[in-house]
């Protein structure tokens, strides 16, 4: 009796001994579970990287698409405003929500035959990598089927070369215009801008193959549609960094008729 009264006595000790190891094993996982591997921060780095250049490229293409798109000025057209190579920016959300007016500088595709057909690129990877660059917004559009102009008159306007002083007169209004170079008559005319187009002329009078040359077809006018956006930011050479602006002769109220 006396070994089985000790017998009983010894069993909760090793009990609680048992469920204290147990307890022990729980709050240490580290002694059966293998840990987590951390990636290196080199590719965590690299990652990080990735997905920041991802989001910029998707945006910049989506700004492209939507709000502004960078150009190069193809031609001596529209000097001294504008020359060849400038890097200038176009605002297409302007011309999509509030249209094209009277002496705005647009960006327009050619409405047919303006331009000659343009030389096929090298199929090269680096056409291809151009050609990416540019769908993203990251290069200006180099396309040669772009052309840069001011508007001079909107459908409806009647548009007139020239008076007695060698001025476009529209709707009756003489344009005084201080921006241009060389002479504007070259080719007489009298027309009356068709509805949804616009009659645009080069600031570069004497070297411009505008409205005037085009008169056969739609009476020179260039269709809305084919408006891609207004020129408002010339931003490269940096020393001819400039806001394009709306010249003045044009808030005249006189030309609404």
């Known amino acids: 009796m006396a070994v089985s009264a000790r017998g009983g ?24 579970a293998r840990p987590k591997k951390k990636a290196h921060p080199f590719w965590r780095g690299l990652r990080e990287i990735v997905v920041i250049v991802v989001i910029a490229l998707v945006l910049s293409a989506l700004i492209r698409a939507f709000l502004i798109q960078a150009f190069y000025v193809p031609s001596a057209s529209m000097d001294d405003t504008l020359r060849p190579g400038d890097r200038i920016i176009a605002s297409k959300i302007t011309t999509n929500v509030s ?36 769908f993203i917004g990251v290069l200006p559009s180099d396309s040669g089927d772009d052309l840069v102009k001011r508007v001079i008159g909107i459908g409806g306007d009647r548009v007139a070369c020239c008076d007695a002083e060698g001025r476009i007169v529209v709707n009756g209004v003489p344009l005084d215009e201080d921006y241009i170079i060389g002479p504007t008559d070259q080719v007489r005319f009298d027309v009356t801008v068709p509805e949804d187009s616009l009659f645009v002329l080069g600031d570069n009078r004497g070297d411009s193959r505008d409205s005037r040359y085009h008169l056969e077809a739609n009476d020179g006018a260039v269709p809305v549609d084919n408006a891609v956006g207004r020129v408002f930011l010339v931003v490269w050479p940096f020393d001819r960094f400039a806001l394009e602006r709306i010249p003045s002769i044009f808030g005249n109220p006189a030309l609404d008729g």
């Open 99 to 134: 249209g094209v007016d009277r002496g705005e500088i647009v960006v327009f595709k050619d409405p047919g035959d303006w331009l000659p057909d343009p030389l096929p690129a090298p199929d090269t990877w680096q056409t291809t990598v151009r050609r990416a660059l540019t």
């Open 9 to 32: 006595d010894d069993t909760p000790e090793l009990e609680g001994r048992s469920e204290s190891r147990a307890e022990d094993y729980r709050d240490a996982p580290g002694k059966h």
